[in-house]
């Protein structure tokens, strides 16, 4: 009964990449709330710092601060694309980098040059692979991003903006509004604008100096921005996968009872024939 | 009338540290220590690296040592937001630190010459 034979081996190897997802499903699950708290655990203190730095910004102070400058025209600019360093994450990484590339297009078809910072191996892989020519590529960044990790990855084009060498900073992310809703979205870091409130403001005894406090919270802000990009990713990633994990393993469910079914059925037949020959045989004889 | 007690909230870039009332928090600035006491002036201040202490209404305080950062007082709503807070003093100075000791001396040093 070779048929038999072979739905039996389907089977086994089905329920072998069941195991695996479910597996994957379980480890995403954890991480995913682990990851959760942290963009949770975050957003205080992004609140407060836009707070202070909206509290301190007037628009004139753009010819003071490198940081806060406001180029007259877009001439060059930076695309940051997040993703992940792993795969199996369903659209995760390919959504991320559909809208990297459409945010490139698009700046291109302004007669914008673009030079590209990529993070995480997905990304890198994709972009190296068409031949695009890649500024920056790290992917040591891990599952836990640090306010480190956002500082070594922004202190370049932190620089690269204050000095005149790009007008715009783009950060492609994914936005983690929870676990099953984790869209990519673009956000523009550079150059900077603070949400002005017109409601009278209040003053404040500053100290050191507005100017002093600026220096130092601005390049804090930028980099709470990239962070909060990071630990975002980092569990939108997580989100993602245990969602294509979990249909995976469905799949495989029901993918085992179809095929469980159809060997059971292979194999009455094969019973039912074999009775049906011994009482032919046992006629004959008759 | 004010309030008597003060709204205080601790939280580093990773963690919301401290959450409470206070009577009253000192304050490690990065030019010598500061007292707020409920009905304090809207101030907006840098951070040194020292201890930061908050007495509760009833008795009581907590302190953390804390490493760089910015403190916001507005309305006896008091906000420090630190790259560092713990029991002690940090093993190594955060990389991203807003002032790290150095700075503070030579803002201290810009501060007597200017």
């Known amino acids: ?286 | 009338m004010s309030e008597k007690t003060l709204r205080v909230r601790v939280v580093s870039a990773e963690e919301a540290v401290y959450e409470g009332d206070a009577a009253s928090v000192v304050a490690p600035a990065w030019d010598g220590r500061v007292g707020i006491l409920p009905g304090h002036a809207p101030m907006i201040a840098l951070l040194g690296h020292g201890e930061l202490a908050i007495d509760g209404p009833d008795g009581g305080s907590e302190t953390f040592y804390v490493a760089a950062g910015v403190i916001k007082v507005e309305g006896n709503e008091v906000t420090v937001l630190t790259e560092y807070a713990g029991s002690g003093p940090p093993a190594e100075i955060p990389a991203a630190a807003i002032l790290s000791p150095e700075d503070v001396e030579e803002l201290a040093a810009e501060g007597q010459s200017g």
């Open chain 1, 1 to 286: 009964m070779a048929g038999g034979r072979d739905v039996k081996r389907r089977i086994k190897s089905v329920e072998n990449t069941r195991k695996i997802t479910r597996t994957m499903e379980l480890v995403a699950t954890s991480k995913l709330k682990r990851a959760t708290d942290r963009v949770r655990a975050a957003r205080p203190y992004a609140e407060a710092l836009e707070e202070i730095v909206r509290s301190l910004y007037a628009p004139e102070l753009s010819e003071r601060f490198p940081l806060l400058r406001r180029p007259e025209k877009l001439r060059r600019a930076a695309v940051v694309l997040f993703t992940a360093n792993r795969g199996l994450a369903g659209g995760f990484n390919a959504n991320l980098i559909r809208e990297a590339r459409n945010l490139l297009e698009r700046l291109r078809s302004e007669g914008v040059e673009t030079r590209l910072d990529l993070i995480g191996k997905k990304g890198i892989a994709y972009f190296r692979f068409r031949g695009e020519e890649i500024a920056s590529a790290r992917t040591d960044i891990g599952d836990n991003p640090t306010p480190e990790d956002a500082e070594s990855v922004i202190a370049p084009l932190r620089d690269a903006f204050a000095g005149g060498e790009v007008d715009a900073v783009y950060l492609v992310s994914s936005e983690f509004r929870s676990a099953m809703s984790t869209p990519p979205i673009v956000r523009e870091l550079f150059p900077i604008k603070p949400e002005t409130e017109s409601a009278g403001p209040v003053s404040y005894i500053l100290s050191p100096s507005g100017d002093v406090l600026l220096d130092r919270l601005l390049p804090a802000y930028v980099r709470n921005a990239v962070y909060r990009a990071l630990v975002e990713n980092a569990a939108g990633e997580q989100g993602s996968r245990r969602t294509a994990m979990k249909n995976a393993t469905d799949n495989a469910g029901d993918m085992l009872e179809r095929l469980t079914r159809s060997y059971n059925r292979a194999r009455q037949a094969q019973i039912t024939q074999e009775i049906a020959e011994i009482v032919g045989g046992a006629a004959a004889l008759e």
